[in-house]
């Protein structure tokens, strides 16, 4: 009875009123990162999401606007099962945990949340990729309305990123609704994004709506943008540069000195084998 | 009172009022500090706030002498001493963030930026080159050097000031609006002192009896 009167609640409350809520049975994360979680306060208003405008301040001011509900995601393309996915469905489709992932942007700043969410195969194997699906191609949500940095053409709307079929399909690849044990927070890529840890922060998609399974590499709205600074994997790197910005050092939000950026932002020990046998410094 | 030959005492509040409101964005920055307002990244806010102040009262102080051509009003160039070095200042704490707060000293990263990071092999000469003229700003100097000489050195403010929006161009990693805005005016006021050069008009230094603009 509770729960119903809550669920109704939420339909009439705007839905500003659901960010700050807690998300239930999350399973705690088990092996605990060493590193200093980042406080919430800094992760909600330190954000990168052109959807919303390009200064570092403007998510956290714009994206109020954005809808979260309804919300579905389309799954299409190279798969048995293709399907859409209503957001409440989604949110129940496997166990919630919570990941302490570091992320590391290009911009050479980097920070520590405490995600919540799923690996991202827990959703592909429900629409079983066939033999074809090399790539994964994430569409974010294009609404100018919804997302006031559209109407000015600073990037190839609507946001798309990439995966390998591989790289999409490892554990440590999240799908993500939540942070600090609430629901996501708007200028954080709500109601769901993706999380690769190993990749600059670009990689991850946020509010995505479609999730295509294709055989070539798909074409990412920063690879259009700037081909020879944005490459397909964009894996952390610290031996190779961007060029406007050395990749070698990063400074942690919240610290003064900055501090050497690792191999795969440390994540080598699990995702390293992915890439052996490729030059890195050309596929970056 | 005219405008165009306020007396003494006018002209010297204006030069007060103009250099209190020339340090409002470094007080406010001060405040931010202490109040520990300055965001997630203190130290990006900073080098991007003396950064973009350095540019804007550069630009500033590029108007002076178009807006006393346009209005005949001779005694703005008593204001442009004051802006010039205030330009300097702020670019000083520009390179004084990035030296000390963002680099912390590691001079191998700092002529690493200097050789590899195109925005910033532009910045430096572009800051190098405000030194002679911060030096050169007193009267002593003027006499020293000899109106034309000083006044052939102080053109080297022009290459600063391109150099300065190029820096901006090329640090911006996709929306140019900003940098954009700054080109434009940069070209109007470079394009200006164009126009009256290629006319034979140039403005004189020291305005001759009797000049008229
Ligand atoms: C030694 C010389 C200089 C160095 C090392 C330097 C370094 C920097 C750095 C690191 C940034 C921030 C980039 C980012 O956050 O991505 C920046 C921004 C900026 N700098 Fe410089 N700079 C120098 C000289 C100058 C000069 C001489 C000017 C102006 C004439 C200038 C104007 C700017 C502007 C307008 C910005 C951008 C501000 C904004 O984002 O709004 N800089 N500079």
Redesign the interface.
């Known amino acids: 009875m509770k729960l119903a009167t809550g669920a109704a609640l939420s339909g009439f409350l705007p839905d500003w009123v659901l960010a700050g809520e807690q998300l239930a049975n999350v399973k705690k994360s088990t092996e605990a990162l060493s590193d200093k979680l980042t406080p919430l306060?800094?992760i909600t208003?330190?954000n990168n999401f052109?959807e919303f405008g390009?200064s570092?301040?403007d998510p956290a001011q714009n994206a109020g606007s954005l809808k979260t509900r309804p919300w579905t995601i389309t799954v299409e393309g190279e798969v048995n099962k293709p399907r859409v996915f209503d957001i409440e469905e989604l949110l129940k489709l496997a166990p919630m945990e919570e990941r302490v992932y570091r992320l590391r942007c290009v911009?050479a700043?980097s920070m520590v949340i405490p995600w919540v969410g799923y690996s991202l195969a827990e959703l592909l194997k429900r629409v079983e990729p066939t033999g074809k699906a090399k790539f994964v191609e994430f569409v974010s949500l294009e609404d100018p309305k919804q997302m006031p940095g559209q109407k000015?053409a600073?990037?190839d709307w609507p946001y798309r990123e990439g995966l390998r079929i591989d790289e999409a399909m490892h554990p440590l690849t999240l799908l993500a609704a939540g942070l600090y044990g609430e629901v996501l927070p708007k200028q954080n890529g709500a109601p769901i994004r993706l999380v690769v840890p190993w990749k600059y922060g670009y990689k991850s998609a946020k509010s995505i709506v479609k999730i295509r399974l294709v055989e070539k590499q798909p074409v990412t709205s920063w690879m259009k943008?700037?081909p020879n600074e944005y490459g397909f994997y964009s894996n952390v790197n610290p031996a190779v540069?961007h060029?406007?910005?050395?990749q070698?050092?990063e400074?942690r939000?919240?610290e003064?000195?900055?501090r050497p950026t690792l191999p795969f932002n440390g994540y080598a020990d699990q995702v390293a084998q992915l890439y052996s046998g490729m030059d890195l410094t050309k596929n970056f | 009172m005219s405008l165009k030959k306020p007396d003494n005492k006018i002209i010297a509040w204006i030069k007060i009022a103009v250099f209190l409101l020339a340090l409002i964005p470094v007080l406010n920055l001060g405040i931010s500090a202490y109040i520990d307002n300055l965001g997630a990244n203190p130290i990006e806010k900073l080098t991007r706030s003396t950064g973009f102040w350095t540019l804007t009262l550069l630009l500033i102080s590029l108007t002076v002498s178009p807006l006393r051509r346009l209005t005949g009003w001779n005694w703005l160039m008593r204001l442009r001493r004051m802006l010039g070095l205030f330009v300097f200042f702020y670019a000083s704490l520009h390179f004084l963030t990035y030296l000390l707060l963002d680099q912390f000293f590691a001079w191998a990263s700092i002529v690493n930026d200097i050789v590899k990071r195109p925005y910033i092999t532009v910045g430096f000469p572009a800051f190098m080159l405000l030194i002679p003229l911060a030096v050169t700003s007193n009267n002593r100097m003027i006499k020293l050097l000899g109106g034309k000489r000083w006044l052939l050195l102080h053109r080297l403010v022009y290459l600063c000031a391109v150099g300065g929006v190029v820096h901006y161009w090329w640090l911006v990693k996709k929306d140019l609006s900003n940098p954009l805005t700054f080109a434009l005016l940069l070209s109007l006021l470079l394009g200006f002192r164009l126009i009256y050069w290629l006319r034979g008009l140039n403005i004189p230094l020291i305005p001759r009896k009797g000049w008229q603009p």
Do not use: C, Q, V
């Not at chain 1, 060029?243 to 050395?246: D, F, G, V, Y």
């Open positions: 306060k800094d208003a330190y052109y390009t570092k301040e911009e700043w000015s600073t990037l943008a700037g540069d060029p406007r910005w050395t070698a050092k400074r939000i919240g003064f000195l900055k």
